[in-house]
């Protein structure tokens, strides 16, 4: 394995970071305060950046490089997180990246060319719809249902806590891939995933008013004999719960990606501020308990960088030759860039809040934004703390750490 970028990814990084310092960073604060979320033009400019055709073959109007994939997109959430510290753009971007590859691997012809050239052009959200109010990481209790007639799904149920809900249905288009039980009886095999335009006859949607976040909205979708075509399922039918455990791979090394970019720009903006900020006649730099802090999590985030490279490289070697490694040692990798991404970057922010004093807790300050941001992982999307410390104990320890066995 090569540890340093090539020069094309390089190029790729560098291009990226100029562009978002010039025309997101500006308005990061913006989006997250107004209800119009995230600007059409920013949406566009990724996309035309290729950014948002990352895991989207050519074919369909994608900028794929087959093998770079995750790492690709790693280094774009992580620039996208730099810039917009509320996590806003970089969690709509990362949600159609992951979201969209597993269209991209598993979806019809018909799915594929239908939505992901709008997902590559920046004119569709894919989003994904697995929890429910008495159901998230516990799959087992999901009771969204569909049953199959006449070559067509007929779904009815509820999802809660549900990310892309007003970019679907008023601000552009698009919809969520969504787990449901076509099989009651099979318990985990009797899943099914599909792509539900949420525009659909029969959605009617909520929204709730996050801490956080502000630019990217969420809710919850309620389906009554909602209809879309068979050709919408991913995969085969009753085999959706293992394609789910798939795109949350891909959506967990993207989240720690996000995670990773905003602690390295809370980081920076410490160094500075303690380089030129001083206190009893002397640079804060000068005061061993913050530059050791400093010190303390530069060595921290520099290891987790690392790692969260090595699990995206990982992850493409994976699909390109699936003989390379197991889906077990990728979800061991990916489950410590979900378990150690949040918290370190939580404990960034917070670190470098302090470095900053007042000034750090008013909505001058750029790091209110992250605060807010980052806790939203921490907290439970994407799979919980302790859910991925059950997958690592799992794969680590074996069988007899599962809990419910």
């Not at 099914?192 to 979708?221: H, N, Q, W």
């Amino acid at each position: 394995m090569e540890f340093r970028l090539t020069s094309e990814q390089e190029l790729f990084k560098r291009t990226l970071r100029e562009w978002c310092e010039a025309n997101l960073q500006p308005i990061a604060a913006e989006i997250d305060a107004k209800e119009e979320g995230i600007p059409n033009e920013i949406i566009k400019g990724l996309a035309d950046l290729g950014v948002m055709g990352i895991t989207i073959p050519e074919e369909y109007g994608g900028s794929m490089i087959p093998g770079q994939e995750i790492t690709l997109a790693n280094l774009a959430i992580q620039e996208i997180a730099r810039a917009d510290l509320s996590m806003s753009v970089p969690v709509y971007v990362l949600l159609c990246l992951g979201w969209g590859y597993l269209v991209t691997r598993h979806g019809t012809d018909e799915l594929k060319k239908t939505l992901l050239p709008k997902v590559a052009s920046g004119e569709h959200f894919v989003g994904i719809a697995t929890t429910e109010a008495g159901g998230g990481s516990d799959v087992a209790n999901i009771a969204t249902a569909a049953r199959l007639e006449d070559g067509k799904l007929i779904i009815n149920g509820e999802k809660s806590y549900i990310s892309g809900i007003r970019e679907t249905t008023e601000q552009r288009d698009g919809g969520h891939i969504t787990l449901f039980r076509t099989d009651p009886d099979a318990g985990h095999r009797g899943f099914t995933f599909a792509y539900i335009p949420t525009r659909s006859k029969g959605i009617s949607t909520t929204l709730y008013e996050d801490v956080g976040r502000g630019g990217l909205s969420t809710g919850g979708l309620r389906y009554k004999d909602v209809v879309i075509p068979e050709a919408y399922i991913l995969g085969e039918i009753n085999r959706g719960f293992y394609l789910n455990m798939e795109g949350f791979s891909v959506a967990r090394i993207l989240v720690a990606s996000a995670c990773v970019g905003a602690a390295s720009k809370a980081l920076d903006l410490s160094v500075d501020y303690v380089k030129q900020r001083k206190a009893f006649g002397r640079l804060l730099a000068k005061f061993e308990a913050m530059s050791f802090e400093i010190a303390e999590d530069e060595s921290k985030l520099a290891q987790l960088d690392m790692w969260l490279r090595y699990t995206a490289w990982m992850t493409d070697q994976f699909y390109a030759d699936p003989g390379s490694y197991t889906h077990n040692d990728i979800s061991h990798a990916v489950s410590i860039c979900k378990l150690e991404a949040p918290l370190l970057a939580l404990d960034i922010v917070k670190h470098s809040m302090m470095h900053h004093g007042a000034f750090s807790f008013t909505k001058e300050c750029p790091l209110e934004l992250a605060y807010r941001g980052v806790l939203s992982y921490v907290v439970g999307a994407e799979g919980t703390t302790n859910i991925q410390k059950l997958i690592i104990a799992r794969e680590r320890i074996g069988q007899e750490a599962i809990p419910y066995r």
